[in-house]
């Protein structure tokens, strides 16, 4: 781990939807420590600032990807950046799913919207480890059908003999899938309470409800993780921006099992 920017180039900027973009970075010369899926570096663009980003994929030869959502100043810059511009990471931060904590159960995956990015390396963790998991479900909740990230990967998956289902909250013309809460298609998976993990991330409030929905399956709390996201700003955990009662996010998370966030989550405005 470095807390000094170290430089990288964009190899592929792809267009997710028409406000996200995935961008494939290698490293100029020394690369950082290795990354596990959720994870997550300060992604600096040169002259404006630097965000956290989870990394959502992680390739060979260093290779990393980053899926932006631009909703500000640094994430508008560098989702317009392109093949051949540079960046700046450090890193690698936080903690990352327990995968090894789920290994020989059931893996339930449950994303709300660009939350599926985080979690997009557990689903092709799972895949290439075949035996060593069971069965893998994966959820995913958007707002219209447009903003559906990694529509030809989700193919993938599900011919890879993963269950994907997929809800919006708006359907558009042609929409032929489900409407709703992503916490309704709990419905179409067979829970086993004592024989899955699940790995749950998007909004607060979306993570807040799922997690209720699944105790209410009978799935016990050590066996669900959350990732959640507050207001990180040195990934170090001294700036105490990221604080969530006695946890600091960078530091003590994003990743965290839901047996410790419950009562924390349970108060208002912490």
């Not at 781990?1 to 267009?15: F, G």
């Not at 051949?84 to 931060?93: E, F, K, S």
């Not at 075949?130 to 989700?154: F, K, N, Q, S």
């Not at 207001?231 to 969530?244: A, K, P, S, Y």
Request: charged share 20%.
């Amino acid at each position: 781990m470095t807390t000094v920017p170290v430089p990288y180039r964009v190899t592929a900027a792809s267009a997710e939807t028409a406000d996200c973009v995935s961008l494939e970075v290698t490293p100029v010369g020394q690369a950082l420590p290795g990354f596990a899926p959720g994870r997550f570096a300060m992604v600096y663009a040169f002259g404006v600032g630097e965000v956290p980003i989870s990394v959502s994929a992680i390739g060979s030869g260093h290779r990393l990807v980053h899926t932006v959502r631009a909703i500000g100043a640094v994430t508008g810059a560098l989702c317009r950046l392109g093949a051949g511009d540079a960046v700046g990471l450090r890193g690698p931060y936080g903690v990352g799913w327990d995968l090894d904590a789920a290994a020989g159960s059931d893996v339930l995956v449950v994303a709300g919207g660009i939350g599926l990015a985080p979690l997009r390396p557990v689903v092709r963790h799972v895949l290439g480890h075949p035996g060593h998991y069971g069965r893998l479900r994966v959820l995913i909740g958007t707002r219209a059908p447009e903003d559906l990230l990694y529509r030809e990967e989700l193919a993938h998956w599900r011919r890879a003999a993963a269950q994907v289902e997929v809800t919006v909250d708006r359907p558009g013309p042609g929409w032929r899938g489900s409407v709703g809460l992503v916490t309704t298609l709990l419905d179409r998976v067979d829970t086993r309470p004592d024989r899955t993990t699940a790995l749950v991330c998007g909004p607060e409030v979306m993570i807040r409800h799922t997690a209720r929905a699944l105790l209410a399956r009978g799935l016990p709390a050590h066996r669900i993780q959350v990732s959640l996201e507050r207001n990180m700003r040195c990934g170090t955990g001294h700036c105490g921006h990221c604080q969530l009662g006695p946890l600091l996010l960078c530091r003590d998370g994003p990743v965290v099992g839901y047996h410790r966030t419950r009562p924390l989550l349970a108060v208002r405005e912490l």
